[in-house]
């Protein structure tokens, strides 16, 4: 298998073994495919972008890439697992290496299971929208993008706090473009002592995401020191779901306050995160909210339980009505068709905003955001944040709306 971008060589650093796998640097890459316990290439790829795994069991692990060539230039985004963005635009001049670190969570879906005389299950209830995600399997996946150059790829077990995200179609890790959401961008916010394990999923309400174990799975490997961020609303407030739908005034605050409890008997920090605006735009180009009654749910619970609440409802709906009827809809997913998902532009602006307003609220947090505050007033216009498109595409909507 030749790929064009050049990798000089990966050291896996696990458990204190070291796997053979090098590569010669010539300008070109002859590697192996990946295979189970073997590190390799992914299939597909090219001298735009290409994807790169190794076998790692579950847990949080640094990445070390070294970037750069010694006669061509060179500009690296780094995502990793299903689009989770950990670099963006690395540049490196001619002859200019450069050393580079990110956290990375990996899991698995399985759970340790009950005694025999207990309730529960096995591993999360996985949907066929899941079927084949990076964000589920027994290996780390890198994915290389732009005009990539990588010298070497380093990647060691590491034990820092993490951010655990619970939420739906606007938090989860979207497998496909154009879509995406601000909870994969979040990783790039952060600096290396701080991971970000997102567990959210498409079409996912209060009520759902514990029935199917993800709740279950994010609490079983919770520990002091975590955060838990709680976003749920565009699904929890739809009454043609009768199974999942959660009333603002009794079910909703009720669920949301027992992930709450389960949080804080763990020794993490919950957080609540309003749930953001669809894009509905009124005759004086203000947005008409379609989550009023859930929002002010959860503002009163976060006043009662004395939690932390990041208003992104508020931040989403400043940001599009700064950026206009006739611009917003670039931040959206399928041309701005969607009114309810966000393109890569979008969602790292939501994100930006989640990580200004982490920066004036969670002290705990703060020092480890490098991301600069975002003004919603003057945000950035698509063409000044350009991220680099992944390599996997579908037509198809994410779940939800």
Known sequence: MGFPAAIASVLLVLSGVTPPVSFALDGKISGPAYEAGTAGFEPGGDAGGFLWSAPVAEGNYRVTVTLGDPRHASVTTIKAESRR??????????????????????????????????????????????????????????????????????????????????????????????????????????????????????????????????????????????????????????????????????????????????????G????????????????????????????????????????????????????????GPAVSPRAFNDGGADKTHHDNYGAFLLANAVATDIKRQLPSLAGHIIAAPLDLAHPPLPDALMIAPSLARSAQRPAGS
Not at 146 to 170: C, E, F, H, M, R
Not at 283 to 303: D, F, H, N, P, Q
């Open 268 to 323: 993490a920090q919950p957080v609540l995160v309003t749930p953001p605006d669809r894009r509905n735009f009124d005759a004086a180009g203000k947005i008409t909210s379609t989550l009023t009654e859930y929002v002010a749910a959860m503002k009163r619970v976060a006043t009662e339980e004395h939690v932390a609440l990041i208003d992104l409802n508020a931040d989403s709906r400043m940001l599009y009505e700064a950026l």
């Open 85 to 266: 963005l950990m670099l963006r635009n690395v540049v490196t001049r001619p002859g200019q290496i450069l050393t580079r670190s990110f956290i990375v969570n990996v899991r698995r879906p399985e759970l340790a299971p009950p005694p025999p005389t207990a309730p529960g299950g096995t591993g999360v209830r996985l949907n066929t929208r899941e079927d084949g995600s990076y964000d589920w399997d027994e290996k780390l996946t890198l994915e290389f993008l732009g005009n990539p150059k990588v010298q070497s790829i380093s990647i060691a077990p590491v034990d820092v706090p993490t951010v655990y995200l619970v939420g739906d179609s606007t938090v989860t890790d979207q497998r496909f473009e154009p879509a995406a959401s601000w909870g994969q961008m979040l990783p790039a916010m952060f600096d290396t002592s701080v991971a970000v394990a997102n567990h959210a999923e498409s079409g996912e309400t209060l009520k759902s995401f514990i029935t199917e174990l993800r709740l279950d799975k994010a609490l079983s490997r919770m520990k002091a020191g975590d955060y838990l961020f709680i976003q749920f609303g565009h699904n929890d407030q739809k009454q043609q779901w009768p199974q999942t739908y959660a009333d603002p005034k009794l079910t909703y605050p009720a669920y949301l306050r027992a992930y709450i409890a389960e949080a804080r008997r763990r």
